[in-house]
């Protein structure tokens, strides 16, 4: 079982829109709509972005959508604020009663 | 929203089992609903998922981790317990738990830092 891929940093301007992608295999990402994100700022407990590859719970900002393509899964800020500024991880159902994270990426707001 | 707050010993001699507590301060621990999972950050790299379980004892394991990961409940304290044995420094992490129900992982607690050394 290994991590799905996502890119080690990203970066942004605020006001601008950034995309996050979650590349995994049609084993999990490719094979089930089971895609969620996390925002966590270090320190704190991560925090629920999106469920089911573009549901966003209720409280979470539309700032933040989410969208799929084969085994491929994004994340897209738009309007980027200072506060966006944390890590973001993707999970993905993997079959067989598990599932896995992305590796983590790093959004700076410059 | 569920509360959750991990705690246990933040120091681990290797080779010792580390267990760490799960308080869950408010919902109902036997709530059908809900299952409980492990998940933890290593230094400078990302989350991994540990395992997770259901109140029945239906018991789900990272591949890289089972059969030194054991789940328990305490539904009479409202906990739920993680038990990793044979640690090495590798194991050294931050430690979260979390409710995971429909492939989400909905509610986290803040972690707990546990250092392996001896």
């Known amino acids: 079982q290994s991590a799905l891929t996502q890119p080690r940093s990203v970066s942004g301007s605020p006001g601008q829109s950034v995309t996050i992608s979650c590349t995994g295999t049609n084993s999990d990402v490719g094979g089930y709509n089971f895609v969620s994100w996390y925002q966590h700022h270090p320190g704190k407990a991560p925090k629920l972005l999106i469920s089911d590859v573009t549901k966003r719970p209720s409280g979470v900002s539309d700032r933040f959508s989410g969208s799929k393509s084969a085994d491929t899964a994004s994340l897209t800020i738009s309007g980027l604020q200072a506060e966006d500024e944390a890590d973001y991880y993707c999970w993905s159902f993997a079959g067989s009663d598990t599932w896995v994270f992305g590796g983590g990426t790093k959004l700076t707001v410059l | 929203q569920l509360q959750l707050q991990e705690s246990g010993p933040g120091l681990v001699r290797p080779s010792e089992t580390l267990s760490l507590t799960c308080t869950v301060s408010?919902?109902?621990?036997?709530?059908?609903?809900?299952?409980w999972a492990w998940i933890r950050q290593s230094p400078g790299k990302g989350l991994q998922w540990i395992g997770t379980?259901?109140?029945?004892?239906?018991?789900f394991y990272n591949p890289a981790l089972k059969g030194r990961v054991t789940l328990s409940i305490d539904t009479s304290n409202s906990q739920f317990s993680l038990k990793l044995s044979a640690v090495t420094a590798a194991d050294t992490a931050v430690y979260y738990c979390a409710t995971h129900y429909d492939h989400i992982l909905h509610d986290w607690g803040q972690g707990t830092l546990v250092t392996v050394s001896a």
């Open positions: 408010t919902g109902s621990i036997t709530n059908s609903r809900y299952f």
């Open positions: 379980f259901h109140s029945r004892g239906t018991t």
